[in-house]
């Protein structure tokens, strides 16, 4: 869910970068950021057209503001992060929503091991959570999800560590008859073991398995199970490389799906260009309750043009299809895609202003028309440095 929202906000220009702030260790630490900004969207919903969901274009003016407050020391790391945007549109005045966000962060590191809990609170609406997923993007209801994950992590040697991961996420979809949505719970709980090779080099081995329940449905036996071994690469100073690939099983009303899961990424980090390119499939649970087997195409470059003028360009493909309680594929497979470039200018060290365009096209195989938007936004924005608390 965090992935997913996070590139919905690079795709309407609203994704702040995270400035290169000092951190006072042994002390209470805070910091704030701000960003206005002016969109476009001649298709709102992401919609096909009908009557029920017509084609909505509007302008809108957004106000995204945060804050950091952080206390660090040698082992210990305290952190909350909350956040509020809110849009508000002409002429479309129903869509107008705001959308919070908390984050609370506990760590503690030890000489050979670390431990971490985090708690996230989300909530937003369906414009923006359920796209590229279900399709269902064409509505404004609003959404909430509360996960808190566990994350364990051991050094054995200077070959071998270790981790478990838990997980537990609830979704609360609000008025949403008639939308096809319903309430679901996913709980996972993940191994992994990582073996170095080398200064540059690394196997890994991944087992986890996850329990989707939807009450709502009155199904609370739906499982997912998975196996991959995987390998990383740092080929040079500024070039790294992983693949995975492995096992999947779906579990539901006694029947089974088997498939696979896989990775291959590979990234490019320098002064003058950050290259990010992906392929993933995995399998997720999504607001119809359902398990979908998600392939997920992503390409990410930045481009400094000077020292204060610089290039963003996002390319995000996914391909969604659910697996129905039999094992099978559900012919309602979704099909999303954006193209989205932004230049930005660095006015001062806490100042920037960017401009960012991008087409997005939605298909749903039982919709007979693709739903289609052009959207743009000027962005003004002020990234605070990390202060001290006395």
């Known amino acids: 869910m965090a992935n997913r929202m996070a590139r919905v906000l690079i795709s309407s220009g609203l994704l702040m970068a995270g400035s290169a702030a000092p951190v006072y260790a042994g002390a209470w630490n805070y910091a704030g950021r701000t960003q206005l900004s002016s969109t476009y969207d001649d298709n709102i919903l992401l919609s096909a057209g009908n009557q029920y969901a017509p084609v909505l274009s509007a302008t809108a003016g957004a106000a995204d503001v945060s804050g950091r407050l952080q206390f660090q020391d040698d082992t210990l790391l305290l952190q909350l992060d909350p956040r509020f945007l809110a849009t508000r549109y002409s002429g479309q005045q129903t869509l107008n929503h705001t959308e919070k966000f908390l984050t609370m ?47 364990s992590n051991w050094r054995f040697n200077e070959f071998i560590d270790a981790g478990v991961q838990v997980s537990a996420n609830e979704n609360r979809y609000f008025d949403k008859q008639g939308t096809g949505l319903v309430d679901y719970n996913y709980n996972t709980a993940t191994v992994n073991a990582n073996y170095k090779l080398s200064e540059r080099s690394q196997f890994f081995l991944q087992t986890s398995a996850g329990k989707l329940q939807v009450p709502d449905l009155n199904v609370y036996d739906k499982t997912n199970l998975s196996a991959v071994l995987g390998y990383t690469e740092q080929f040079s100073q500024r070039w790294l490389g992983t693949v995975y690939y492995g096992p999947s099983q779906v579990r539901a009303n006694g029947s089974k799906a088997n498939g696979t899961v896989y990775n291959a990424s590979l990234s490019r980090k320098s002064e003058l260009t950050n290259l990010n390119l992906s392929y993933t499939r995995d399998v997720t649970p999504t607001g119809y309750g359902l398990f979908g087997r998600r392939d997920q195409f992503q390409l990410t470059l930045n481009q400094p043009l000077s020292d204060r ?67 743009a936004a000027l962005n003004i924005s002020w990234n605070g440095l990390m202060h001290r608390l006395n």
Not at 122 to 136: C, F, Q, R, V, Y
Request: aromatic share 8%; net charge neutral; proline share 1%.
């Open 105 to 151: 962060l506990s760590q503690l590191t030890g000489e050979r091991s670390s431990n971490s809990l985090t708690l996230t609170g989300t909530e937003d609406t369906t414009l923006t959570s359920e796209i590229g997923l279900t399709g269902l993007s064409a509505v404004n209801k609003k959404h909430r999800t509360v996960t808190a994950n566990f994350d």
């Open 309 to 375: 003028w610089a290039t963003n360009w996002t390319v995000t493909s996914i391909s969604t299809r659910y697996i129905t309680a039999n094992g099978n594929l559900e012919l309602n497979t979704v099909n999303y895609g954006d193209v989205t470039g932004n230049l930005s200018w660095s006015i001062s060290p806490t100042w920037t202003a960017s401009f960012t365009a991008g087409y997005t096209r939605q298909t749903v195989k039982t919709v007979t028309s693709a739903a289609e938007r052009n959207h």
